[in-house]
T-cell receptor, first 111, second 113 residues
């Protein structure tokens, strides 16, 4: 069964710093990987989707990379802002239309 | 707004009650999902529907009963729940196939007393 791990579990940085969130998965047979943001008590907002054939995707200050063979993805956030404070989740899509999620990284950006 | 709407947003129910959660999307998606999110745990997939047919039941207790009357609507019927069933229940939808992304609703915060 696919297992997804996110490190670190929590991260606190001063405003303006660049940061990297990590996601690893045990089975490289994935169709795609998706990064989400979740604010407290809310649903998930999709940030970036990387297909299994792609190496990276960019959206504004966010850049996500994928190394499928090693089972790793990173989410890079440039020039962090207090509004970036949230929990960031990664999920991999496998056969049968199933998505497996990590436990998330809780990010706090200090003004 | 993601295009996936869940109601109610909050629900408190007793262990002997029967209630239903509703999920609706008009994104043209044919796959719909129920997830459970408990504190400090990864999202747990509960059910998957493709084209109104249930294709996955992830060993969910029978006190949770899903219903998918059409591709736009998904329900989760609840009865005789336990306090440990208190969680955030999230609905998602996607196009079927390998290349598509999931869109999530805002969730229903369920408290069983």
């Amino acid at each position: 069964k696919q297992e997804v791990t996110q490190i670190p579990a929590a991260l606190s940085v001063p405003e303006g710093e660049n940061l990297v969130l990590n996601c690893s998965f045990t089975d490289s047979a994935i169709y795609n990987l998706q990064w989400f943001r979740q604010d407290p008590g809310k649903g998930l907002t999709s940030l970036l989707l990387i297909q299994s054939s792609q190496r990276e995707q960019t959206s504004g200050r966010l850049n996500a990379s994928l190394d499928k063979s090693s089972g790793r993805s990173t989410l890079y956030i440039a020039a962090s802002q207090p509004g970036d404070s949230a929990t960031y989740l990664c999920a991999v899509k496998v056969s049968g239309n199933q998505f497996y999620f990590g436990t998330g990284t809780s990010l706090t950006v200090i003004p | 707004e993601t295009g996936v709407t869940q109601t109610p947003r909050h629900l408190v129910m007793g262990m002997t009650n029967k209630k239903s959660l509703k999920c609706e999307q008009h994104l043209g998606h044919n796959a719909m999902y129920w997830y459970k999110q408990s504190a400090k745990k990864p999202l747990e997939l509960m059910f998957v529907y493709n084209f109104k047919e249930q294709t996955e039941n992830n060993s969910v207790p029978s006190r949770f009963s899903p219903e998918c009357p059409n591709s736009s609507h998904l329900f989760l019927h609840l009865h005789t729940l336990q306090p440990e069933d208190s969680a955030l229940y999230l609905c998602a939808s996607s196009l079927p196939g390998t290349l598509t992304e999931a869109f999530f609703g805002q969730g229903t915060r369920l408290t069983v007393v």
